[in-house]
């Protein structure tokens, strides 16, 4: 029997077109998995891609955060609320389908993150007059990420919001209950939780 070694890239077409597959390795150590939850994402390569995706772009969030005048608080506060997703994401285990839990959760960070820290390039802000006051102004800059998000600015404040389903328009949620719900040029405000409050396209 005769056997040919093929070039490095032709071997690895090979391999792809008799259907061999390469499992995919989430950015943490499986056999030091702490939770059903990252048990889970090392037994499914959708979420094991999604946790180094993720695993990249927190990178990047902290070399943002370097470049910071307040880089220690900053790189702290990080830290922290990355911990607090961690938290978060195990929790998945009491959600109606688990896999589906973590899959959201980590979408959702992903965009947080990479909105937060302008790790891609937003859309051209948008200035909403709300409760019919040209001082009372928010301002929402979009991101094409997975799922949309946008960065709201409302004075020295600054908020993540990330687009959830809904019926009509385009339904954006923030930490702590913060609603901005797009119907064509107006938007239903909850900011915070429980005041409500409509706004408009500056003209």
């Known amino acids: 029997m005769r056997f040919v070694i093929l ?23 499986c056999s030091k998995a702490e ?3 990252e048990e889970l994402i090392c037994s499914n390569d959708d ?8 695993a ?4 990047d969030a902290v070399a943002a955060v370097e470049t910071y005048a307040d880089k220690d608080e900053a790189l702290a506060d990080l830290k922290a609320f990355q911990r ?15 896999l589906a839990c973590i899959k959201a959760t980590y979408e959702r960070r992903i965009a947080e993150l990479t909105t937060r820290y302008g790790l891609i390039e937003g859309q051209k802000p948008v200035f909403y007059t709300c409760n019919g006051n040209p001082a009372d102004e928010i301002v929402a800059t979009f991101f094409p ?8 600015e409302r004075g020295d404040t600054t908020e993540i919001v990330v687009e959830g389903p ?15 719900w797009i119907k064509g040029d ?4 909850e900011w915070p939780q429980g005041t409500s409050f409509d706004c408009k396209v500056r003209s």
């Open 47 to 54: 979420l094991a891609g999604l946790d180094q995706d993720l």
């Open 56 to 59: 990249r772009v927190y990178k």
């Open 35 to 37: 939770s059903s939850a």
């Open 166 to 180: 809904t019926g009509s328009g385009a339904r954006y949620v923030g930490d702590f209950g913060i609603l901005f």
């Open 186 to 189: 107006e938007a239903m405000v």
């Open 7 to 29: 070039p490095g890239t032709l071997l690895v077409s090979w391999f792809f077109a008799i259907g061999f597959s390469f499992a995919a390795d989430p950015a943490f150590d």
């Open 145 to 152: 990420t997975t799922p949309p998000s946008a960065r709201l």
């Open 84 to 98: 607090g997703w961690v938290k978060g994401r195990d929790d998945c285990w009491k959600a109606d389908s688990e």
